[in-house]
C-alpha cells in the first residue's frame, strides 16, 4: 500500500469511528498487529487525522521491569506475553473509559524503561487508539481483552518486511548487523509469529 492508498484508509476508518464516538463519552479502540508493523507510526496518523477528540495509548507502557525479568528469567524473550503486565493494561483501558484516572504509563526505549504516569489523556479526549502486539491476541488472559474494544484495527505486513524493519530497529539502537539480526530473529520474530497465528478478528484489517 502506498502512501495515498494508507491516508484514503486513514479517512474512511477516521470518518467511521467520529461517528461512533457520538454514541457514548469515551470509546476504546485496538490497534494491533506484530512487532515492526507499524502499529505506532499508524496510531499516529489516525490520531492526527481524527484531530484533538483523540489519544494514542501505548502498551509498552506495561513491559514488566528489568528486574522482575532478570528474577523469572526472562530477560532475554523481553516482548513475549509473559514480560507484560497484562492484567494493569486491563485495568488502565477501564479507567481511562471510565474517565477515572487521565494518566498512563510510557516506555522510554532508550533508558529501557517505564515512566509512571508518563502519558496524560487530554480532558475532552472521546477517542481512545491503544496500540499493541497482543491487544488481539487469541490466548488465556488476553483474549478477555477484546471485550473492551468498540473497534479494532489489525496491520497486515508481510514477514519479509517485519524482518528487515526489526533488524533495522536494532541497528538504530546501536547493534552491530550480526548482533541486530540474531535479536530479531530469535526473539522479535518468534513473537510476531505468535502474534499473526493467533490474531482474533479485527473490524478492520489494514495491509501495509
Given at each position: 500500500m502506498n502512501n495515498i492508498e494508507a491516508q484514503d484508509e486513514i479517512d474512511r476508518?477516521?470518518?467511521?469511528?467520529?461517528?461512533?464516538?457520538?454514541?457514548?463519552p469515551v470509546i476504546a479502540v485496538a490497534?494491533?498487529?506484530?512487532?515492526?508493523?507499524?502499529k505506532s507510526t499508524f496510531a499516529e496518523m489516525l490520531s492526527t487525522t481524527v484531530g484533538a477528540a483523540c489519544c494514542v495509548v501505548p502498551m509498552d507502557g506495561f513491559h514488566l521491569?528489568?528486574?522482575?525479568?532478570?528474577?523469572r528469567g526472562l530477560?532475554?524473550?523481553?516482548?513475549?506475553?509473559?514480560?507484560?503486565?497484562?492484567?494493569?493494561?486491563?485495568?488502565?483501558?477501564?479507567?481511562?473509559?471510565?474517565?477515572?484516572?487521565?494518566?498512563?504509563?510510557?516506555?522510554?526505549?532508550?533508558?529501557d524503561c517505564v515512566?509512571?504516569?508518563?502519558?496524560?489523556?487530554?480532558?475532552?479526549a472521546s477517542i481512545l487508539l491503544f496500540e499493541g502486539n497482543y491487544l488481539l491476541f487469541d490466548a488465556p488472559g488476553w483474549s478477555t481483552l477484546a471485550q473492551?474494544?468498540?473497534?479494532?484495527?489489525?496491520?497486515?505486513?508481510s514477514e519479509d518486511i517485519l524482518?528487515?524493519?526489526l533488524i533495522q530497529r536494532w541497528r538504530d539502537h546501536g547493534m552491530s548487523?550480526?548482533?541486530?539480526?540474531t535479536r530479531a530473529r530469535m526473539n522479535d520474530m518468534a513473537n510476531a509469529e505468535l502474534v499473526i497465528r493467533h490474531a482474533l478478528p479485527a473490524k478492520w484489517t489494514v495491509s501495509l
Open positions: 476508518i477516521s470518518a467511521e469511528l467520529i461517528s461512533m464516538s457520538r454514541t457514548k490497534i494491533a498487529g506484530a512487532p515492526g508493523s507499524g521491569d528489568n528486574t522482575i525479568l532478570q528474577e530477560m532475554h524473550v523481553k516482548g513475549a506475553p509473559q514480560t507484560f503486565d497484562r492484567e494493569g493494561f486491563g485495568v488502565l483501558v477501564d479507567s481511562l473509559c471510565s474517565q477515572t484516572t487521565p494518566f498512563y504509563p510510557t516506555f522510554d526505549r532508550e533508558a515512566i509512571e504516569n508518563g502519558g496524560k489523556v487530554p480532558v475532552n473492551k474494544w468498540d473497534a479494532s484495527i489489525w496491520l497486515e505486513v524482518e528487515a524493519r548487523e550480526d548482533a541486530a539480526k
